[in-house]
């Protein structure tokens, strides 16, 4: 797959949501798929639910914490064509659900 031109990449919604909250930890507002896939795999994946669930009480996106990573990595790597190493910049949450994406040429 040829990777897609755009310089700088921004997310908005549903991802969002996701990777701010706990057990994901990323600075800077930024963040790539690989990343985020090898959090969920070694916070998240593993963890039996019971255990995890008291980990984090009152966390709404838990229960998709292990699949919703996967399902972004591959929008945004096979949908979007962006490498997967590739840096993408996230934007405080929208006030609606969208999964959401922006761009900026550079």
């Not at 990777?19 to 896939?37: A, G, V």
């Not at 945004?76 to 929208?94: E, R, V």
């Not at 959401?100 to 040429?105: D, H, Q, R, Y």
Request: proline fraction near 5%; charge should be negative.
């Amino acid at each position: 797959m040829k990777e897609n031109p755009v310089a700088t990449w921004y997310v908005i919604g549903g991802v969002v949501d996701l990777i701010k909250s706990k057990p994901f930890e990323f600075s800077n507002n930024q963040f790539d798929s690989q990343s985020m896939l090898t959090q969920a795999n070694e916070r998240v994946c593993h963890q039996e639910w019971s255990t995890f669930q008291n980990q984090y009480p009152g966390n709404e996106y838990l229960y998709g914490s292990c699949l919703f990573p996967a399902y972004y990595a591959a929008l945004i790597n096979d949908g979007y064509g962006i490498d997967m190493h590739k840096t993408i910049n996230f934007l405080p949450s929208a006030t609606d659900w969208t999964l959401g994406a922006v761009l900026s040429m550079h």
